[in-house]
Nanobody
Framework: QVHLVESGGGLVQAGGSLRLSCAAS????????MGWFRQAPGKEREFVVV???????TYADSVRGRFTISRDNAKNTMYLNMNSLKPEDTAVYYC?????????????????WGQGTQVTVSS
C-alpha cells in the first residue's frame, strides 16, 4: 500500500508559478509509474502528466512546455513545477501511483491516490 500526500497548492496570479510535491510513504515509489491529474469544479478528473519508473514523461497538450514533472526516488517524492499558469489551470491537483500501469491516461489506471491540493489561478 502506498500513501500519497500532496502539498504546495495555493493562490497565484496568472503568469505565476507553483511547485507541487507528492510525498509517498508505505512503499518505495522507485518501481511505480507516477502521475498528476486535476479536477476542476463540475468537470471530470483529467490527465496532466505521467512519469515512468525509468523517467520517461508524457504531458497533456494543455500543459506541455509549461509544467515539468520530476521524481526523487531517494526522497520517495514526486514534484510538479508549474510555470506560466493560466486561470484555466485552476483545479484540485492529485498525485497518483500505479504498479501495473497499462499506458493509458485514465484515472482508473492508477491504484493509489493522494487527497489533492487546490491550485487557484487568478486573472
Amino acid at each position: 500500500q502506498v500513501h500519497l500526500v500532496e502539498s504546495g497548492g495555493g493562490l497565484v496570479q496568472a503568469g505565476g508559478s507553483l511547485r507541487l510535491s507528492c510525498a509517498a510513504s508505505g512503499r518505495t515509489i522507485s518501481t511505480y509509474t507516477m502521475g498528476w491529474f486535476r479536477q476542476a469544479p463540475g468537470k471530470e478528473r483529467e490527465f496532466v502528466v505521467v512519469i515512468s519508473w525509468g523517467g520517461r514523461t508524457t504531458y497533456a497538450d494543455s500543459v506541455r512546455g509549461r509544467f515539468t514533472i520530476s521524481r526523487d526516488n531517494a526522497k520517495n517524492t514526486m514534484y510538479l513545477n508549474m510555470n506560466s499558469l493560466k486561470p484555466e489551470d485552476t483545479a484540485v491537483y492529485y498525485c497518483a501511483a500505479s504498479i501495473s500501469y497499462r499506458g493509458t491516461y485514465y484515472p482508473n489506471d492508477f491504484e493509489f491516490w493522494g487527497q489533492g491540493t487546490q491550485v487557484t489561478v487568478s486573472s
